[in-house]
């Protein structure tokens, strides 16, 4: 068997991407470190979740393995393995990268070694490996065969973040693999950099959060699309005007996208849910129109009603929680949105 050359992507010509704390803490974590009590628990466990972290380079490399060690093994009821401990891998430059494919491991394993490829030609390849949705990551390893070259990834077409806050669906349940989570999607067709911060059922408008995205210098964009963790109306209510002030403390003139939650799969049938969602999704409206009227001509709300499109009845994996057809629908409905945000 063929030896294998191991690198740490900690430094170039490896790229990390999707966490914007990373070069001050070394850490694949989607928060910076805190004291324990400064934010709630659970956050502070979602935080190390790497949902949306990337490792991109180049390689002639014939052979191209990765050994991975997790906080935990997969516990989760309705996610895939794949999606909650696994990384998948992409080939190609930007505007063309490809899927190739997905670790493979045993279902409760916390480490594994995976090869990706072996005997392809020895050509020069770009290669995106997307990170666990929802795990934390100790240490990688990428292996590749002696005499492979690693060079850097081409630029990002544009430096400036797009940053999202919000709930599990942000997060990336219940896509089958990272790459399928549409924050992914949304960073390969517009060549930037996305900045997951969906927090498993933990999206409630936290003003800690508020104030750790104001840490990011000059995203290009900040999308809010927390409603469907709010128990209720009046939290968002609460929630959302305080969450926006926080933000635009030090982001002024960045644009913000506020999303009303999606249509649930079993509205058909409980008409106080499909109710509920109208009325949080009238209250950001009207409070995006308020704060615009107020001179934020930076600020914009999209119905996420639409979002789905007209089967949304059929995109889900348990009537809430987006399949991949679910997450490739809200990608494609999200990239005209944000298009015009993102050049002006």
């Not at 004291?35 to 466990?45: K, S, V, Y």
């Not at 806050?165 to 930037?192: E, H, K, V, W």
């Not at 635009?248 to 996208?257: M, Q, T, Y």
């Amino acid at each position: 068997m063929e030896e294998l050359l191991w690198h740490a992507p900690d430094d170039p010509p490896f790229q990390i991407a999707g966490f914007a704390w990373r070069t001050k803490e070394r850490k694949y974590r989607r928060l910076p470190t805190v004291a324990p009590g400064e934010i709630r628990e659970i956050l502070d466990e979602l935080a190390n979740h790497t949902s949306g972290g990337q490792i991109r380079f180049r390689t002639n490399a014939t052979k191209l393995a990765i050994q991975v060690k997790l906080f935990a093994q997969n516990t989760a009821e309705h996610i895939p393995a794949t999606a909650v401990n696994g990384f998948d891998c992409y080939l190609g430059a930007p505007g063309e990268q490809r899927y190739f494919g997905t670790t493979r491991f045993p279902y409760d394993a916390d480490r594994y070694e995976y090869v990706f490829f072996e005997g392809l030609e020895a050509a020069q390849r770009c290669v995106t490996l997307n990170f666990p949705l929802f795990q934390g990551v100790h240490e990688v390893r990428i292996g590749v065969n002696p005499g492979a070259d690693i060079s850097a990834f081409p630029a990002y077409a544009s430096d400036r973040k797009v940053v999202l806050y919000g709930t599990s669906i942000t997060q990336g349940g219940c896509a089958s693999r990272p790459g399928m989570s549409y924050t992914n999607i949304l960073s390969r067709r517009f060549d930037r950099e996305f900045i997951n911060l969906g927090f498993s059922g933990n999206g409630q408008g936290d003003p800690e959060i508020a104030r750790f995205m104001t840490e990011i210098d000059d995203p290009g964009c900040i999308v809010l699309d927390y409603d469907a963790n709010n128990p209720d109306i009046d939290n968002l209510i609460r929630t959302m005007p305080e969450f926006i002030r926080i933000l635009r403390s030090r982001h002024a003139s960045v644009p913000i996208l506020v999303l009303s939650r999606i249509p649930y799969g079993y509205e058909h049938t409980q008409t106080s849910s499909c109710l509920d969602r109208i009325a949080r999704r009238d209250y950001q409206k009207e409070r995006v129109e308020e704060l615009r009227l107020q001179g934020d001509r930076f600020v914009h709300f999209y119905d996420g009603a639409h979002l789905l499109g007209e089967c949304w009845n059929e995109c889900t994996v348990d009537g809430v929680h987006p399949t991949d057809l679910g997450f490739m629908r809200i990608a494609d409905a999200l990239t005209p949105v944000l298009k015009p945000i993102l050049l002006s």
